[in-house]
C-alpha cells in the first residue's frame, strides 16, 4: 500500500499564520537575523534553555526568578532595560554554559507565540547555523510541516525565506508540495547557495543591522550553515537541546 508523504508549507509572515493548519504539524520558527540564530549559538555553547518571552518588562521579571541572563532587541538593537543583545557572538560557552537565557526580540518571539495559539504539534527554532539538525528532525518526524518565517514587522524578508528554501532543497524528496512560496523560496535559495555571503549586502535587515550597528560579523555568522548544529525544541514554555 502507497503511504502518502506529509505536506510542507512555507508560511512567508507571520500575518499569515492563520491561513495555515498547525494541529498535527512541526513548526519551524525561522528568524534568522538574528533570534533563531542566537538561539541555536546559546544552546550550541552550553545554556541549559532558553525561554522565549513577548515583553521585555516579562524578560527582566523572569530572569531574576530563574537567575538567568535577560536578553533581546527591538528594532534591531539593545532593548532598554537589558543588558545583554540578540548577537548570536554574544554568548560564548564560558558565558552562557549552564545558564538560563530569556530572550525577548521584534519579531521571532511573537511568532513562537503565534503558533501555540494556534495548537502548533511541535516547534522548533531554525536558522542557518542549525540547518542539518532542522532537516534531519523533519525527516525522521514524518509529519507536516509549516516554515513560518518571522519577517519584518509582518512584512516578508529574503533572509527568512532562504533559509526556508534551503530546508526545501534538502528535504523536498519526503514532502508532498503543493505551495507557491516553497517554490519561490527554493528558487530563491538556489540563487544565492554558492556565494549566500555576497548576496547579503541587497538585504533590508543587512543595512538595519550594519550600517546602523555595524553588526557584519553577526551577518556572516547568521548566514553560515551548521556552526551551530542544534534543534532548540519548545517543551513547556522553554527551548531546549533535542
Known amino acids: 500500500m502507497m503511504h502518502s508523504k506529509p505536506t510542507l508549507f512555507t508560511c512567508l509572515s507571520p500575518a499569515l499564520l492563520h491561513l495555515y493548519d498547525l494541529n ?7 528568524d534568522v537575523f ?3 540564530s542566537t538561539i541555536a549559538s546559546a544552546l550550541y555553547n ?33 532593548a532598554d532595560g537589558l543588558s545583554h543583545g540578540n548577537s548570536p557572538l554574544e554568548y560564548s560557552p564560558d558565558f552562557i554554559s549552564n545558564r538560563t537565557l530569556v530572550l ?17 504539534h511541535t516547534i522548533v527554532t ?3 547555523p542549525n540547518l542539518s539538525a532542522v532537516c534531519d528532525f523533519l525527516i525522521k518526524e514524518n509529519r507536516n510541516v509549516v516554515l513560518g518565517c518571522a519577517g519584518w514587522k509582518d ?8 533559509f526556508a528554501g534551503a530546508v526545501i532543497d534538502r528535504v523536498k524528496e519526503h514532502f508532498t508540495i503543493h505551495c507557491d512560496s516553497s517554490h519561490m523560496a527554493e528558487q530563491q535559495y538556489l540563487h544565492v547557495k554558492e556565494n549566500i555571503h555576497e548576496h547579503a549586502p541587497q538585504l533590508t ?15 556572516r555568522f547568521c548566514l553560515t550553515a551548521d556552526v551551530a548544529n542544534v534543534l532548540p ?10
Open 24 to 30: 498535527n504539524a512541526v513548526v519551524v520558527i525561522i
Open 34 to 36: 538574528r533570534a533563531t
Open 46 to 78: 552550553g545554556a541549559r534553555c532558553v525561554i522565549p518571552v513577548d515583553e521585555v518588562a516579562k524578560a527582566i521579571a523572569l530572569s531574576k526568578n530563574v537567575d538567568g541572563i535577560a536578553a533581546g532587541e527591538r528594532d534591531g538593537k539593545l
Open 104 to 120: 525577548t526580540t521584534t519579531n521571532g518571539t511573537r511568532l513562537l507565540q503565534m503558533a501555540l495559539d494556534q495548537d502548533a
Open 126 to 128: 531554525g536558522s542557518f
Open 155 to 162: 512584512r516578508f524578508n529574503l533572509e527568512d525565506t532562504w
Open 205 to 219: 535587515h543587512y543595512h538595519r543591522l550594519v550600517e546602523r550597528f555595524g553588526l557584519i560579523d553577526d551577518i
Open 233 to 242: 525544541l519548545y517543551k513547556e514554555g522553554m527551548l531546549l537541546k533535542a
